[in-house]
């Protein structure tokens, strides 16, 4: 009977993260019909990102849809608040800019975006069905970028974020990017928590594997 109810059990990120990453990804493939200046090399990167911002969120619309009940969670704590201000935090970036960023410093600021959520959509891809914002423990992901990191959609996030940051040009935009960071670290740590409790080969796995720079543990 245990298992049955959890089986039927309601999926709350499921049924918030959907609705949120739909949203989301309509405003990013407006924003991709309404196009974007390809002549310059800053209007093509912006374009490319994009659509990779569209792709990032029609994948996490796939991972919720896909992903089956966890095996632990942390519950309602510190870090999943925090996991979740963290997963909303770049929303607000635009509100940070100083002054129009010139042609150098903005082109720097797409490469960062478009490196960033480039790397973040392949530990997406990876990550699958394991996906979740607040901590849960399905099952070790070990595929792509997981093999040299063991939080690489976090890495993405961050060099993304910094992408953002620079274009904002405002000591309050850095700022809020250093925070962000410290959040992902603290939400990384909490995570490992309950992920080295739920599954027997998690620690094995983090003992060969970088946190969050290849070859840095």
């Not at 700022?175 to 027997?200: I, S």
Request: glycine share 8%; charged share 10%; aromatic share 10%.
């Amino acid at each position: 009977m245990a298992s049955v109810a959890a089986g039927r059990r309601v999926d709350t990120g499921k049924l918030i993260m959907v609705p949120v990453a739909t949203l989301a990804l309509l405003i990013d493939v407006r924003t991709v019909i309404a196009g974007a200046d390809l002549v310059s090399a800053a209007g093509a990167l912006r374009w490319v990102y994009a659509i990779l911002m569209a792709a990032f969120y029609g994948l996490i619309i796939w991972c919720y849809l896909r992903r089956g009940p966890a095996v632990a969670s942390s519950g309602l704590t510190l870090a999943s608040v925090v996991a979740v201000i963290a997963t909303f935090a770049p929303f607000p970036f635009p509100l940070l800019h100083h002054k129009p960023p010139g042609l150098a410093v903005q082109v720097i600021a797409d490469l960062l975006l478009v490196a960033g959520t480039t790397w973040a959509l392949w530990a997406l891809r990876s990550l699958g069905r394991n996906l979740s914002i607040i901590a849960q423990a399905r099952q070790i992901a070990e595929r792509g970028p997981y093999r040299l990191v063991r939080h690489p959609l976090y890495l993405g996030e961050m060099v993304s974020l910094l992408g953002l940051a620079v274009a904002a040009g405002s000591t309050a935009a850095f700022a809020a990017w250093a925070v962000f960071v410290a959040m992902q670290v603290y939400r990384a740590r909490r995570e490992e928590q309950v992920l080295l409790a739920a599954l027997p080969g998690y620690q094995a796995y983090r003992a060969r594997t970088a946190a969050l720079v290849p070859g840095v543990f």
